[in-house]
């Protein structure tokens, strides 16, 4: 049972505009919520987090955006550069559980 | 100086083969773990130990068998492998078991079994 989706695959973007990455998530136990980066033949990297009593949490080019109600989340990334082309996937977890759920990624692409 | 790094990061095998992954952290952390992510994408967690002693095990069968000689290496050994195992495999750590702790992975292993 997927709990976390990711439903566009990919994005392609201009480079200098907003990407806007997107994931939903069906398990409302979820409290935490985190954003990883991967490019090919690495591991994903950590890149933001945000906890369930935020809705906004921002970091440099790097926002993420979090809607309890519609179980919701948002990453935005302003102005793009094609240095962010990379996979991106989203995680959440419950506190006091013993899991990490994660989406199937995002291939962004940055044209420059 | 790589912080999680795994080897081998590519290991192509015969079906019924056995074959071990290893992985070292330099981080000082105390949790290490196992991820798969297979043909779809998924990333799903098969094992954490926590200070070399096991935490999680997710349903994974019993011939994927993880051992932990201290806390900066865990290993996985993988006995008669079958094609369903072909999988990226990747190690990382985090310096707490708690599952919103921002975690730290290597580069992966990328398992083809024929």
């Known amino acids: 049972d997927q709990q976390v989706k990711q439903n566009s695959p990919s994005l392609s973007v201009q480079e200098g505009r907003i990407s806007i990455l997107n994931c939903d998530y069906t398990?409302?136990?979820?409290?935490?919520f985190l954003w990883y980066k991967k490019y090919p033949a690495e591991g994903p990297t950590f890149l933001i987090s945000?906890?369930?009593?935020?809705d906004k949490n921002e970091d440099g080019r790097f926002t993420v955006f979090l809607n309890k109600s519609a179980k919701h989340l948002s990453l935005h990334i302003v102005p793009s550069q094609p240095g962010d082309s990379a996979v991106y996937f989203c995680?959440?977890?419950?506190?006091?559980?013993?899991?990490?759920?994660f989406g199937t990624g995002t291939r962004l692409t940055v044209i420059p | 100086d790589t912080a999680v790094s795994q080897t081998p990061k590519y290991l192509v095998t015969q079906m019924g083969n056995d074959k071990s992954i290893k992985c070292e952290q330099n981080?000082?952390?105390?949790?290490m773990y196992w991820y798969k992510q297979d043909s779809k994408k998924f990333l799903k967690i098969m094992f954490s130990?926590?200070?070399?002693?096991?935490?999680i095990n997710e349903t994974v069968p019993n011939r994927f068998s993880p051992k932990s000689p201290d806390k900066a290496h865990l290993n996985l050994h993988i006995n008669s492998l079958e094609l369903g195992d072909s999988a990226v495999y990747f190690c990382?750590?985090?310096?707490?078991?708690?599952?919103?702790?921002?975690?730290?992975f290597g580069s992966g292993t990328q398992l083809s079994v024929l």
């Open positions: 130990y926590n200070n070399k002693e096991l935490i």
């Open positions: 945000i906890s369930s009593i935020k």
């Open positions: 995680a959440a977890s419950a506190t006091g559980a013993n899991n990490l759920f």
């Open positions: 398990n409302s136990m979820f409290d935490y």
């Open positions: 990382a750590s985090s310096a707490t078991p708690d599952m919103g702790e921002k975690l730290f």
């Open positions: 981080l000082g952390h105390d949790t």
